[in-house]
């Protein structure tokens, strides 16, 4: 894609955005053919926005490609939340182990160690709301939706337990409640094992161009796969020792 092709895509996607709307597709010729190409119209979006970057959720692509989506400061909510069901219309809700940044990690070429990197975090439970600028999330293609900052409508940010840093995170017994009648109930379920690996590759994809700052945050991929949220409805998902968090959609 040429610059031009890559600024007309991104207007679509900010315009679609700014108005709470959405488009159908991108139009021919405009459609990225390969992650970079998503991840660059995504840099683009975001631009556009003028929206602070609060966080990212990630993800790594089976042939090793760290991609990522960018969630904005607007739509980071606070443990219990409760959203107005139109807001975010898809209403995809994610249990996911999230980490935050408890110090700066400064730009460097060197590649930071898995030790490193563990001290600069601290996990914590959340829900990912999963939303799209595209009318019809399942009949968008994959590369569309990571130019659409990975379909990220928001997030839910729930409080760590005490002591959830000796926690095995790939062992993390996780349930998910909707109404008081249980939906999930499971030892692990990240498709990667250890949710902080995706987070890891994330984190050294970036970490020449990017200082992560203390305060922002990576979610890093679902425990509990997605469920279409109801209007009027109470979910709740709780990682065993980590945490609980919590999303009602008005």
């Given at each position: ?27 021919d010729g405009l459609h990225p053919g390969s ?216």
């Open positions: 894609m040429n610059s031009e092709e890559v600024g007309r895509a991104a207007s679509l996607l900010a315009d679609a955005d700014r108005a709470h709307g959405h488009i159908a597709a991108l139009p992650p970079g190409e998503a991840m660059t119209i995504q840099a683009h979006v975001v631009a556009l926005s003028g929206e602070t970057v609060a966080g990212w959720k990630v993800a790594t692509t089976p042939d090793g490609v760290s991609t990522w989506g960018a969630i904005y400061g607007r739509d980071v909510l606070a443990s219990p939340a409760k959203l107005e069901a139109g807001r975010m219309p898809m209403r995809g809700v994610e249990g996911e182990v999230a980490f935050r940044f408890v110090h700066d990690l400064p730009a460097r070429p060197a590649a930071y160690s898995r030790q490193e990197i563990e001290a600069a975090l601290t996990a914590f439970p959340a829900i990912e709301i999963v939303d799209s600028r595209f009318e019809s999330y399942a009949e968008t293609p994959a590369p569309d939706r990571l130019a659409d900052r990975m379909s990220n409508g928001g997030i839910v940010i729930g409080a760590a337990e005490a002591g959830a840093d000796k926690l095995d995170l790939s062992q993390l017994q996780v349930t998910l409640v909707c109404d008081g009648k249980t939906l999930l109930d499971q030892v692990g379920g990240h498709s990667r094992g250890d949710p902080l690996l995706p987070a890891i590759e994330f984190i050294r994809a970036r970490q020449e161009q990017v200082t992560f700052r203390a305060g922002q945050f990576i979610t890093a991929g679902t425990l509990t796969g997605m469920i279409q949220g109801t209007p009027g409805q109470r979910y709740v998902v709780t990682f065993d020792g980590l945490g609980s968090v919590e999303l009602t959609f008005g």
